[in-house]
């Protein structure tokens, strides 16, 4: 089971949105996901439960593919999990996503941020100082649709967290696991 560490204080999932249609005349925002992407979420759902990756708190991009990957994760969970559609994610840039992030209070431990590429592989890239050597080397590959990166910070408070301050605890996709 992957648990925190003791000089682990944060954990920051960061899961891109699973395979998703390109049904024609359906703008970006309204892409539903793909059948290979209701397997993928279900399947990471069910490693992220089974590796003891739960969040107290989800940020959801609101475009219909981020939003129907988290369905299909949560729905995996035991847990009630609080969630958030934050408006900037879609379309969004690294800083915008650490903006969300650091609003996060001091109850939650572990955020999951559901959203999309190329911003969730440069939000790694851009937090991530060191980590395992096989997830950093994949990370630096590709961010594949629901992909997921776990990342461990010593600091205590969200507000805390800034470039480089990260440790890559693990990279996984459906296609590693």
Same mark, same amino acid.
């Given at each position: 089971m992957a648990m925190m560490t003791s000089s682990t204080a944060l954990r920051l999932l960061l899961l891109r949105h699973a395979k998703s249609a390109r049904? *024609? =005349?359906?703008? &970006?925002? &309204? +892409?539903?996901?793909? *059948?290979r992407g209701h397997k993928d979420a279900l399947?990471?759902?069910?490693?992220?439960? +089974?590796? =003891?990756? #739960?969040? &107290?708190?989800?940020? /959801?991009?609101?475009?219909?593919?981020?939003?129907?990957?988290?369905?299909? /994760?949560? =729905?995996?969970?035991?847990? &009630? #999990?609080?969630?958030?559609?934050?408006?900037?994610?879609y379309d969004s840039t690294p800083d915008r996503l650490l903006n969300a992030i650091r609003e996060a209070g001091p109850?939650?431990?572990? #955020?999951?941020?559901? =959203?999309?590429?190329? *911003?969730?592989?440069e939000t790694a890239a851009l937090l991530c100082n060191t980590g395992e050597a096989d997830a950093m080397a994949r990370l630096s590959g590709k961010f594949p649709t629901a992909g997921l990166a776990v990342i461990d910070f010593t600091v205590t408070r969200w507000a805390d967290i800034s470039p480089k301050n990260g440790y890559l605890e693990r990279f996984v996709t459906p296609k590693s696991a």
């Open positions: 049904p *024609e =005349g359906v703008a &970006d925002k &309204d +892409r539903p996901l793909a *059948e399947f990471m759902g069910a490693l992220m439960a +089974r590796e =003891g990756l #739960i969040p &107290d708190l989800a940020l /959801v991009s609101p475009a219909r593919r981020t939003r129907e990957t988290w369905a299909l /994760v949560q =729905g995996v969970f035991s847990a &009630d #999990i609080r969630e958030r559609y934050v408006a900037s994610l109850e939650v431990k572990t #955020i999951v941020l559901v =959203g999309h590429n190329p *911003e969730m592989e």
